[in-house]
């Protein structure tokens, strides 16, 4: 089960207004969606997510739970391309805006598309529900592209120190087969770091696989891309509020929010992120590394 990350602060931090046009960008298992009705009946709320199946059970989710069906519209998509869904729901301007960076637990845990490499599934790493032979993939860049290319990737997406390392391991291995699941990739990178880091905190292959991921769905153009038609889409004192969950996301993010506020055009909540309390972290260690900025505009 996907636990909503800084749900409260999230959700108090927007302050919810009767009549508020609410968009949920990263709708995933509705936890901070259902969230906002719980605390303000009278909003409407547009939900966007790139995974079919989190469209599909967000939509039985609000069924059970009695949400009349006329306060919100769910698409599968891109939240780059709010503005699109939001003229098809048939609101112009944006009250609150949120959005969630981090997978989601089934995403992690059961999509079978290899998001973890706790799993031996397909080396997919895709947000698309049915991948076919034309989607990018994971696999294509283990199998195919160059050391070089694969090396810059993994450090540039995760300050991976033995980038060089697990690129060339990468490509020596793919000589002899192909590169097609996430148990083989693992054993890869593994075997081709030193014995002390195979020992630390985290699985040696947890940078590199975050890495192709962010590569394959291209998040971090999606993001920049997402936060600039948000802030061009949300009213005057209306609020933005972005869940990060590594650094690159949340250098975006800050970058962005800094920006805009010296360009006068609103200001953040809070000089610092708000993170997770303890208490949060000890229930949901997958909290642990989570930002939220806040940005209400002028």
């Not at 845990?109 to 993939?137: A, I, Q």
């Not at 998040?219 to 972005?242: D, P, Q, Y």
């Not at 970058?255 to 055009?265: D, S, V």
């Not at 992120?273 to 000890?282: F, K, Q």
Request: proline residues 4%; charged residues 30%; aromatic residues 6%.
């Amino acid at each position: 089960m996907h636990e909503a990350v800084l749900l409260q602060e999230t959700i108090n931090g927007l302050d919810l207004k009767p009549g508020d046009v609410v968009v949920d960008g990263t709708l995933g298992r509705a936890g901070h969606a259902s969230e906002a009705f719980r605390k303000e009946k009278e909003i409407f709320l547009i939900g966007i997510d790139r995974d079919e199946n989190a469209v599909e059970e967000s939509k039985e989710k609000f069924e059970m739970a009695g949400i009349d069906s006329t306060r919100f519209k769910f698409f599968q998509g891109n939240f780059r391309d709010m503005g699109e869904f939001m003229r098809e729901a048939g609101r112009d301007r944006a009250d609150k805006i949120m959005l969630d960076l981090g997978l989601s637990s089934p995403h992690l845990d059961s999509s079978g598309r290899g998001f973890s490499f706790k799993k031996d599934e397909p080396l997919l790493m895709t947000m698309e529900k049915n991948p076919g032979k034309d989607s990018f993939t994971a696999r294509d860049i283990v199998n195919t592209w160059t050391e070089g290319d694969i090396a810059n990737v993994i450090y540039a997406y995760s300050d991976e120190r033995y980038s060089r390392r697990i690129a060339r391991a990468i490509v020596e291995r793919r000589q002899e087969e192909p590169i097609e699941t996430t148990a083989n990739l693992a054993d890869i990178i593994s075997e081709s770091v030193p014995p002390v880091y195979r020992r630390g905190k985290i699985h040696p292959a947890t940078r590199t696989f975050q890495a192709l991921r962010i590569a394959v769905n291209d998040e971090l153009g999606n993001l920049k891309s997402g936060l600039e038609i948000g802030l061009k889409k949300l009213k005057a004192g209306g609020r933005m509020a972005v869940i990060s969950f590594h650094s690159l996301e949340d250098r975006i993010v800050k970058n962005f929010m800094r920006e805009a506020q010296r360009n006068g055009l609103g200001e953040t909540t809070t000089k610092k992120p708000i993170t997770p309390s303890e208490a949060e972290i000890s229930q949901n260690p997958r909290s642990r590394s989570a930002k939220l900025r806040i940005f209400i505009k002028r």
